[in-house]
Nanobody
Framework: QVQVVESGGGLVQAGGSLRLSCAAS????????MNWYRQAPGKQRELVAS???????IYADSVKDRFTISRGNAKNTVYLQMNSLKPEDTAVYYC?????????WGQGTQVTVSS
């Protein structure tokens, strides 16, 4: 089984930057993709960015050219660099790691962007 922990959230002004970190532990050799999702109050959870074990990435249209997902030197670490933040980016951000067909979720980290 895989455990996932996010960190790096906080309060930032519009136009600022934050970097979120996600660390997986446990059966990390079975992880083949790691995603970032977010959920704003009253809205459904949405996919923000995804990275596979071979480095392929996808982004939501709303964050393209502003956010970058990357992997650390260790296979079990993923980052989300968020630049040019907007108030509409305010949400709880979740990291999820795919272990074959099972998604393992973290508890989330709050990102608040003030106008």
């Amino acid at each position: 089984q895989v455990q996932v922990v996010e960190s790096g959230g906080g309060l930032v002004q519009a136009g600022g930057s934050l970097r979120l970190s996600c660390a997986a532990s446990g059966s990390i050799f079975s992880i083949d993709a790691m995603n970032w999702y977010r959920q704003a109050p009253g809205k459904q959870r949405e996919l923000v960015a995804s990275i596979t074990s071979v480095g392929s990435t996808i982004y939501a249209d709303s964050v393209k050219d502003r956010f970058t997902i990357s992997r650390g030197n260790a296979k079990n670490t993923v980052y989300l660099q968020m630049n040019s933040l907007k108030p509409e980016d305010t949400a709880v951000y979740y990291c999820a790691a795919r272990e074959i067909i099972t998604w393992n979720w973290g508890q989330g980290t709050q990102v608040t962007v003030s106008s």
